[in-house]
């Protein structure tokens, strides 16, 4: 019913970049705004780039002029494009709708992709 596929993630340098994807499918269509979130180790998950199904786009204070939210509505796909990365950007990230999607009693999210900025 509800599915959400990041990737994208790796291991990078300090300055370096990473392009991530998120398929989503089932009842999340481009109506939905999206968002990408993140999760560091021993910090709550926090959202840090969204886009309107119109196109509109919203970033964090802490990634803005870095980072980048884009989708695909052909594809049902919703990308994050990240520049000049910081060790603490290190985290897992997600993608989810805007507000995150709660369905059939409960809260979906996928797998997650890791991004680890270290030299």
Known sequence: QVQLVESGGGLVQPGGSLRLSC???GVISS???MGWYRQAPGKERELVATISSGGRTNT???VKG???ISRDNAKN???LQ???LKPEDTAVYYCNTDPPLYYDGRYYWGQGTQVTVSS
Do not use: E, G, H, L
Request: proline fraction near 0%.
């Open 31 to 33: 109506v939905n705004a």
């Open 82 to 84: 990240m520049n000049s």
């Open 60 to 62: 964090a204070d802490s």
């Open 77 to 79: 796909t919703v990308y």
């Open 23 to 25: 398929a989503a499918s």
């Open 66 to 68: 870095r980072f980048t």
